[in-house]
């Protein structure tokens, strides 16, 4: 290759590099986030439409872990949040890929989870629980139940630790359905079209309701021999991005549990004791 065409390779190296930074793509992996999004004035939060966690009300973007960032974004400056709606499944390649700079969407934490995107400290703590046909017809109350019961119907959403823990406890992985939101996975129970919807004990609350869908929730219980687990849920950044993270904390510190955010929670069947220990 002669020298003019080694200039005209690297020069274009050189703009799709730039234009990548700009974007705010993969190039944006060094831990310079933080300064873009100050200067910006806007930062770009994806989430999963999952309520309580996350939801849209009246074409605004709302649930738990959407009015803490919002808290936690004017306590930075930030002046704008730019919200990016995708499934839950695309929420950690999207951060990969600088599709948004962040996670608001009820993600729980977890070491796999840990291994791939730096967590915020932790904001709520909830419980695991099931979504079932009204007055629950198979006496569903545990994993253990769901197992034993081979010819039971679960459904799950797709990348989730419900899914992980399933298929760890040994239940067939063609015995469980995976969808891409909490919603189809509702409409199957609901419809008969499956037993159980296995997910976070406030997202199955929220989606029973009043029981008019002919469905209900129900707390996972303790087996014996098993431990009894409960999950911290926090935000999400990117792998590298340790300056946002770190000024998040610090900014989150400061309003977590306070009167504002727990009057913002409320709706959503959170209160004071479920809010994580700063």
Known sequence: MGRSAIVRVCGWVLVALAISIRAGGPADAADDRLDRIRADGVIRIGYAEEAPFALVRDGEVTGESPELAKLVAARLGIAEIDWVRVRFRELMPGLRDGLFDAVAAGMF?????????????PTVRVAPGLLVHRGNPRNLHSYLDLLVQTDARIVVLSGSVEERDLERRGISPSRIRRVGDAETGWGLVAEGHADALALSLPTVRWMAGDGGSGVEAVAITPEPGQPFSTFDVAFAFARGQTR????????????????EHLARIAPFGFAADDVAAR
Do not use: D, H, I, Y
């Open 109 to 121: 934490v977890t070491p796999e989870r840990a291994r791939m995107v730096t967590f915020s400290a």
């Open 244 to 259: 946002l993270a770190r000024a998040w904390n610090r900014a989150q510190a400061e309003v977590l549990g306070s009167p």
